[in-house]
């Protein structure tokens, strides 16, 4: 020590510890008067475990200790002396290591070399496996039978689309990337996808599964299922999706609903004949008592007015059933709906001494529907409500949200169903009222199962039945 300042020597010996215990294998070497490369220092962890210390390898040619290397390598040790940085990889065995070549320049020459080797094996194999699991994924997307895409949150175009969802659309993967989510919709769905970008830009991050009809750049209409989320692409909030071309399964879905319809038609032909042929049996007597008692017929105009009816209802309900649904799903608030059908009910409320009572929770949600599809079926369940109750009473309807529905109900205070009677509710011609004909509820059951809705009911006799139908959540 000097005044207090450590000396060269104990700076020396620091940096001789510091040097032996890094991990590395730090080397310097240089040429000797033979103008052969020899050690001049070797240190470190590495060092160690190979035997290649100083005191073990100082003044050795390069050559002799390096004998495994390539001639590259070796190559590389000269270039280094010329005054080059170099650095290289090597593998003994499965081990790899990097290696870095340094130039010590005084007066404008190469005086010495230094070296640091650093073992890599660990980062090799980490970088082997991700590139992997990279072509792995790439494979995956590139070639999957769904479409993907990325797109940021607040912003119009896309910035990655797969192969498939390019030939999904009929556009060039670049074309794509010109294009937004709104321009591959058919106009009318269009407020769907618009609605569904600004939940994202609000921050809601709920995955959203939904059908549409895509627009191919030809023109034609494709039926598609996308499932979407939040995720986060280059730092940035942004939406990853898959969409899976359904229109096949949509014809097989089709296909199936026509089979079951046909099933259901011929179920019916049976009931249809016999609710039939009473009428027109009661009908065909009187008319021959008006044959035989002019006088007396009169009286009878108002019997087969009654029965004509019934053979008309009976037939409109099973037309509403038989006949093509070619419609298209909207987005509408039931509310309102609601609102409509309970006016046109009000009328036949009041004959009955009923009150109807509304419940709704602020602000439901929407729904993907066909309005008067709904309509029919809230005004037949309302109907059916307010006629079970004979001696009046209030009917109450009812509008709240559970998760991703929306429940409707309908609850009177009527005289209720018997449990035996509840598995039978839908089916043709099973009714619970005098003049009903069962097929109102079953068209409305129809018409809900198309929706991607329930029917369900609960019943306690002498206390009243709540219908509830559950509809997703637009």
């Known amino acids: 020590m000097y005044g207090g300042k450590p000396s060269i020597d104990w700076y020396k010996d620091e940096l001789r510890r510091t040097v032996e215990n890094l991990h590395n294998h730090i080397f310097k070497y240089k040429r000797d008067e033979d103008g052969q490369f020899v050690f001049t220092l070797s240190e470190g962890k590495l060092a160690r475990e190979f035997g290649l210390t100083t005191d073990r390898i100082s003044g050795k040619r390069l050559q002799e200790v390096l004998q495994l290397c390539s001639e590259d390598i070796m190559t590389m040790y000269e270039k280094a002396y010329e005054g080059h940085v170099l650095e290289y990889e090597s593998a003994m065995g499965e081990r790899i290591f990097t290696t870095t070549l340094s130039p010590i320049v005084e007066q404008g020459r190469v005086v010495e070399v230094v070296g640091s080797s650093t073992e890599i094996t660990e980062r090799k194999r980490m970088e082997r496996e991700l590139q992997e699991a990279e072509e792995l994924y790439r494979s995956l997307v590139e070639d999957t039978l769904v479409g993907v895409y990325i797109a940021y949150v607040n912003e119009h175009s896309f910035v990655y689309v797969n192969p498939r969802m390019a030939e999904m659309f009929g556009y060039t993967q670049e074309d794509m990337m010109r294009l937004g989510a709104v321009d591959l919709v058919v106009p ?48 940035k909030p942004a939406v990853i999706g898959i969409l899976q071309d359904i229109t096949e399964r949509k014809r097989a879905e089709e296909m199936v609903r026509k089979s079951e319809l046909l099933s259901v ?111 029919q079926v809230f005004l037949n369940l309302l109907k059916n409500a307010i006629e ?30 018997p449990e035996d009677r ?3 509710l839908g089916e043709p011609f099973y009714t619970t009222k005098e003049n009903g004909t069962g097929l109102g509820l079953m068209v409305s059951y129809r018409i809900i199962h198309n929706h991607g809705g329930t029917i369900s009911v609960t019943s306690r006799e002498q206390q009243g039945s709540t219908f509830e139908v559950r509809l997703p959540v637009g």
């Open 422 to 424: 509840l598995a039978r």
């Open 388 to 417: 079970a109750m004979p001696n009046g009473g209030e009917v109450h309807v009812g509008v709240r949200r559970e998760g991703d529905t929306v429940v409707i109900s309908f609850r009177d205070q009527g005289c209720g169903i």
């Open 265 to 375: 038609i011929g179920q019916l032909a049976a009931g249809v004949a016999h609710e039939i042929r009473n009428p027109l049996t009661s009908l065909k007597g009187f008319l021959q008592l008006m044959y035989s008692q002019q006088q007396e017929k009169q009286q009878y105009f108002h019997i087969m007015v009654s029965e004509l009816n019934r053979i008309e209802k009976i037939i409109s309900e099973f037309l509403v059933l038989a006949k093509p649904q070619d419609i298209a799903f909207k987005e509408r608030d039931v509310v309102p709906m609601l609102e409509h059908i309970i006016v046109l009910a009000e009328t036949h409320a009041v004959m009955h001494n009923v009150r109807i009572v509304t419940r709704y929770e602020p602000d439901p949600p929407s729904v993907m529907c066909e309005e008067n599809q709904l309509k």
């Open 188 to 235: 009318e769905e269009r407020e769907i996808v618009l609605k569904n970008q600004s939940r994202r830009c609000k921050g809601d991050r709920s995955p959203i599964r939904h059908q549409f009809h895509g627009l191919r750049s030809d023109g034609s209409i494709v039926h598609l299922e996308v499932l979407q989320k939040t995720t986060s692409y280059k730092g």
